[in-house]
């Protein structure tokens, strides 16, 4: 079974640009959970979708967002990117169905560089 | 709101020895998940070991164990017989569960170096 993807790998952009990063998960996982990455503040969540819908979401800014597709796979956005953005994204499948499926597989993440 | 805690953020052993990486948690929950993950060079973040809360025996994987210690919220990592491979960035993890609840707080990590 394939593992998640996520494209592109590395992301160049300019402050004031948006970018949009996408997940694709293990099949048959419905759950699609983001995480940001950076030396300073370590694993942060952002958010995470189940079935189209955001069930969770971590204390990041409203320039942050996301949306899950009915094939569940997902895409974060984010707006007037900031050079503090510089960070690997990562997308994380689960099956969700409560207990043992729970547990979270990792994509090989977005770098993605603002200058 | 659960915090996770990694006293050693560096550590080096000799390939073959053991190592232990340590972990404490902070929750009120009594439902819950522990992992470790592993992050090498590649930065691919890769699932070791996994223990529910429930559970009084402590997880193994191979060459891989826990110590998980529920009264003391301690989750420590066992390496038996490291292998070059094992070099790493080490991530303790806790997740509530219940609630559709899928959000992972990790620690800040554990760098371990396996020398030949």
């Known amino acids: 079974k394939a593992g998640v993807t996520q494209t592109p790998r590395y992301l160049i952009k300019t402050r004031g640009q948006q970018v949009t990063l996408s997940c694709s998960p293990i099949?048959?996982?419905?759950?699609v959970s983001w995480y940001q990455q950076t030396p300073g503040q370590g694993l942060q969540f952002l958010f995470e979708?189940?079935?189209?819908?955001?069930?969770n979401k971590g204390n990041f800014p409203g320039r942050f967002s996301g949306r899950q597709f009915s094939n569940s796979r997902s895409e974060m956005n984010v707006s007037t990117l900031e050079l503090g953005d510089s960070a690997l994204y990562l997308c994380?499948?689960?099956?969700?169905?409560?207990?043992?499926?729970?547990?979270?597989?990792f994509g090989p993440g977005t770098r993605l560089t603002v200058l | 709101a659960q915090t996770v805690t990694q006293s050693q953020p560096e550590m080096s052993v000799q390939e073959a020895e053991t190592v232990t990486l340590s972990c404490t948690y902070d929750?009120?929950?009594?439902?819950?998940?522990l992992f470790w993950y592993k992050q090498p060079p590649s930065r691919q973040m890769i699932l070791v070991i996994r223990?529910?809360?429930?559970?009084?025996q402590n997880a193994t994987e191979n060459r891989f164990s826990v110590n998980f210690q529920k009264a003391a919220k301690s989750f420590s990592l066992k390496i038996s017989d490291s292998q070059l491979g094992d070099t790493a960035m080490y991530f303790c993890?806790?997740?509530?569960?219940?609630?559709?609840?899928?959000?992972?707080?990790f620690g800040q990590g554990t760098r371990l170096t396996i020398n030949p």
């Open positions: 994380a499948s689960s099956l969700s169905g409560g207990a043992i499926t729970d547990t979270q597989y």
């Open positions: 099949s048959g996982h419905r759950s």
């Open positions: 979708y189940f079935s189209e819908t955001q069930r």
């Open positions: 929750t009120s929950e009594s439902n819950y998940y």
């Open positions: 223990q529910e809360a429930y559970k009084q």
């Open positions: 993890a806790f997740m509530k569960l219940g609630g559709g609840a899928q959000k992972l707080v």
